[in-house]
């Protein structure tokens, strides 16, 4: 079946602009989550959505971030005002449920990779 | 002082060595131990998982986590060129927020044939 699938695969744009990345899940998982992996670094926690809902949004960085899952299936990341620091590759993951564990896998997407020039 | 710590490398062998990677941790609170791995240009995918102390096998690879000291370990035998990437090590706690991952840097790996 398919996997967790992230579009843009790469984006540029200017600082200050707005910007959109989109995260499709794997059909039938409820939980949604959301990293960042700077150059180098691994991946750090954004964002856990449970359902519609974000269950803890802790690791967003300031108030430009912000994620949405209307439906409970796809995600929007949105960053308002980018900045050249907000350059990373954006990742995105879904599992079963939220309930961790050894039995709840998180599968990672492939990435939106974000500069911002 | 972060979390989690690994050294980034990066790390070569020759096709056939054993390599050692291993993670130390801060967090006591930490219950489960994951080690991915990460292609180039690709998402991290999961390659073994454990729970508190002790050792897991899984064909080429054996997983180990001692919490006394806080170390976790992943071994790989008879590597093969495939095996070349990062291997990130991530680990939870138990509980409400145990799906909250915390990731080292990552090694860089690379086997050569």
């Known amino acids: 079946g398919a996997g967790v699938s992230q579009t843009p695969s790469n984006k540029v744009t200017e600082k200050g602009k707005y910007v959109e990345l989109r995260c499709d899940p794997i059909?039938?998982?409820?939980?949604l989550y959301w990293y960042r992996q700077s150059l180098g670094q691994g991946p750090e926690f954004l964002i856990y959505?449970?359902?519609?809902?974000?269950?803890?949004d802790s690791g967003l960085p300031n108030d430009r971030f912000f994620a949405v899952r209307p439906e409970g299936s796809v995600s929007t990341l949105k960053i308002q005002r980018t900045e050249r620091g907000d350059s990373a590759v954006y990742l995105c993951?879904?599992?079963?449920?939220?309930?961790?564990?050894?039995?709840?896998?998180?599968?990672f997407g492939p990435g939106t990779r974000l500069t911002v020039l | 002082q972060k979390e989690v710590e690994q050294d980034p490398g990066p790390l070569s062998v020759p096709e056939g060595a054993i390599v050692s990677l291993n993670c130390t941790y801060s967090?006591?609170?930490?219950?489960?131990f994951m080690w991915y791995r990460q292609y180039s240009r690709k998402g991290p995918e999961l390659l073994m998982y454990?729970?508190?102390?002790g050792n897991k096998e899984d064909g080429r690879f054996t997983a180990q986590v001692d919490k006394s000291s806080k170390y976790i370990s992943l071994f790989i035998r008879d590597s093969q060129p495939s095996d070349s990437a990062t291997y990130l090590c991530?680990?939870?706690?138990?509980?409400?927020?145990?799906?909250?991952?915390?990731f080292g840097k990552g090694t860089l790996l690379t086997v050569n044939p």
């Open positions: 967090n006591s609170a930490f219950q489960y």
């Open positions: 059909s039938g998982h409820t939980a």
């Open positions: 993951a879904s599992s079963l449920n939220g309930a961790g564990g050894l039995n709840n896998e998180q599968f």
């Open positions: 959505f449970q359902g519609t809902g974000a269950a803890d």
């Open positions: 991530a680990m939870s706690g138990s509980g409400g927020s145990n799906y909250k991952l915390t």
């Open positions: 454990t729970y508190s102390s």
